[in-house]
C-alpha cells in the first residue's frame, strides 16, 4: 500500500498561538464511467488511495483541509461520486482548480464560457463557493479564490481588500501560483515548456508556445490583483498547487508563498501558522 508522504511548514505570522491545517492538491481523481476512456487513470492510479489516507490523517489531527483544487481529473458521475464521498464528508475548504471544470481532457478550449458552462456540474460536488471564500479560523482568515484559468477578476479585488479590512491574518489559498523567477525557473528547468504560474511577464510567455502563451499571458486586471496581494500587509501567505512540485519562498511583499507537490502523488503538507 503507498504512503502518504507529510510534510511540515510553520509560518510565524506574529499569531501568539498555532493554528494547523492540512494542505492537498492535484489529486487528480481520475473515475472513468465506463473504464479508462480518458487514458489518464494510468497516471493516477494510487490518488484514491492518497486522498484516503489524507482524509483519515485530517481528521485523527482535528485539521481543516485546506484543498487547493484539482481534486477530480475531468467530469464523470464516478469522480462526482468520489466527491461526495469522500470530499464532502471532511472539514475542508476548497479553492478551484483548471481540471475542476473540465469535461474531457485536451478535448476543448479551456476559456471563460466553457468554464461557466462547467461549473454548474462541479460545484455541487465542491464545498464552498468557489469564486471567492472567507473562514476564519481561531483568528486566521482562510480566504480562496478561482484563479485556475490563470486570472483574476476586478470583484476578487474588492472582495479581498474587504476581508483585509477586517483585520485578521490571512492566508490566501490559490491553484495558481503567483509568478516569480525562483519557481518558473526550477519547472522550466525540469524541462516543462512553459512555467504554469500566473502573472509571467513577456520575457517567459514570449517562449512558451504559442497556446501556453495565451493562457497564460496576464491581463491589466490580474497584473493589479498580483500587485495589490504583494503589496497587502494583511495576507500572510499564500497557499497553491498546479506546478506539482514542492517548493517556498517569500514574495516581495514578504508573504511566504508555499505550493506543495500532487496529492495523486502522496504529498500532503501540514501548515502550522503561529
Not at 474588492?158 to 518558473?184: D, K, N, S, W
Not at 512555467?195 to 504559442?210: C, I, N, Q, V
Request: aromatic share 12%; net charge negative.
Amino acid at each position: 500500500m503507498p504512503e502518504l508522504k507529510i510534510l511540515k511548514t510553520t509560518v510565524d505570522i506574529g499569531l501568539g498561538h498555532e493554528v494547523k491545517v492540512l494542505h492537498v492538491t492535484d489529486s487528480h481523481i481520475a473515475l472513468d464511467d465506463e473504464g479508462d476512456e480518458r487514458g489518464r487513470f494510468k497516471y493516477f492510479s494510487n490518488a484514491e488511495e492518497y486522498f484516503h489516507q489524507t482524509c483519515a490523517y485530517a481528521k485523527e489531527n482535528g485539521l481543516t483541509m485546506l484543498n487547493t483544487g484539482d481534486l477530480l481529473d475531468a467530469h464523470t458521475e464516478s469522480n462526482f461520486a468520489f466527491a461526495d464521498k469522500y470530499l464532502l464528508s471532511t472539514d475542508t475548504i476548497y479553492a478551484a482548480g483548471n481540471h475542476d471544470f473540465c469535461h474531457f481532457v485536451g478535448k476543448a478550449k479551456e476559456d471563460y464560457a466553457y468554464k461557466w458552462e462547467r461549473i454548474k456540474y462541479s460545484a455541487p460536488h465542491l464545498p464552498n463557493n468557489l469564486y471567492f471564500y472567507s473562514r476564519v479560523i481561531d483568528g486566521v482568515n482562510f480566504v480562496t479564490l478561482d484563479d485556475s484559468y490563470y486570472l483574476m477578476t476586478e470583484g476578487q479585488i474588492e472582495l479581498l481588500r474587504a476581508e483585509a479590512a477586517r483585520g485578521y491574518p490571512i492566508v490566501l489559498g490559490l491553484h495558481i501560483p503567483l509568478f516569480t523567477r525562483a519557481q518558473a525557473d526550477q519547472i522550466l528547468a525540469n524541462g516543462n515548456k512553459c512555467a504554469f504560474l500566473m502573472g509571467a511577464p513577456r520575457e517567459y510567455t514570449d517562449k512558451y508556445p504559442s497556446d501556453r502563451d495565451r493562457q497564460q499571458s496576464p491581463d491589466e486586471v490580474t497584473l493589479r490583483a498580483i500587485e495589490y496581494i504583494n503589496s497587502e500587509p494583511q495576507i500572510k501567505a499564500i497557499v497553491t498547487g498546479h506546478t506539482h512540485i514542492n517548493f517556498e519562498e517569500k514574495l516581495p511583499g514578504g508573504a511566504i508563498q508555499i505550493t506543495t507537490a500532487g496529492g495523486y502523488h502522496g504529498y500532503a503538507r501540514e501548515i502550522t501558522l503561529v
